[in-house]
């Protein structure tokens, strides 16, 4: 199981999916032909949507294979960067999504696992079955966007992601971007924006005092 921190962790990824093999029942073969890909092929530079595993594999060992290679946007904590420059080697970490600069109706799905896994159909009240968040892509198709973090962070306003996945994932951190992040968070006195923005809430308007 890992722990908090290992889960941000590129050089944790192996383990995480050694870990998940097993415990599967998957075809001893294909997992070892997706984690020699994951110890071969992805890196730091590496674009997750160009990589092809074969075409049989299992659809549980997919999902593990892009969850051991990203984690959830909502597991990082970037309130603690309020300007480009705080961000560091952090910068040009790689952040996944279906709609991540916000051109398009509706909301933005992760891409890869935590897209597919974070949650299943939703009956709406109107009784629709709420599905975008099963079609995320996991090849190299139309509608998964890449991004660096400072890109996402400071020039996408429109980004709006689905509650449930967080709406984008992130590419495992290297060491060097993870003790970056370690260090800032540790020193850094930024409240959650939720938090700030209830203090901004409960604050009275000016000129509501006596001016008798």
């Not at 949507?49 to 290679?69: K, N, Q, S, V, Y």
């Not at 946007?73 to 709609?99: M, Q």
């Amino acid at each position: 199981m890992e722990s908090v921190e290992d889960r941000l962790k590129a050089s944790a990824s192996r383990a995480h999916l050694a870990d998940e093999i097993r415990h599967s029942r998957w075809n001893h073969r294909e997992a070892a032909a997706v984690a020699e890909i994951l110890q071969t092929t992805v890196t730091s530079g590496t674009d997750l949507r160009t990589i092809e595993l074969p075409d049989e594999t299992h659809f549980g060992l997919r999902m593990a294979f892009f969850e051991a290679a990203t984690f959830a946007l909502r597991w990082i904590e970037l309130h603690h960067f309020n300007r480009p420059e705080d961000l560091g080697p952090l910068a040009d970490a790689r952040v996944y999504g279906t709609d991540l600069h916000g051109e398009y109706a509706g909301w933005g799905y992760g891409y890869g696992g935590w897209g597919l896994k974070s949650h299943s159909p939703v009956h709406c009240a109107s009784g629709r079955v709420e599905r975008d968040c099963m079609r995320v892509p996991t090849g190299h198709r139309r509608g998964a966007d890449c991004i660096t973090l400072a890109t996402f962070l400071y020039r996408t306003p429109g980004f709006r992601g689905c509650s449930f996945c967080g709406g984008a994932v992130v590419q495992r951190l290297t060491d060097e971007q993870h003790t970056h992040y370690a260090r800032f968070c540790e020193t850094s006195t930024a409240r959650p924006w939720q938090a700030a923005k209830r203090d901004e809430w409960d604050e009275p308007p000016a000129g509501d005092g006596d001016s008798s």
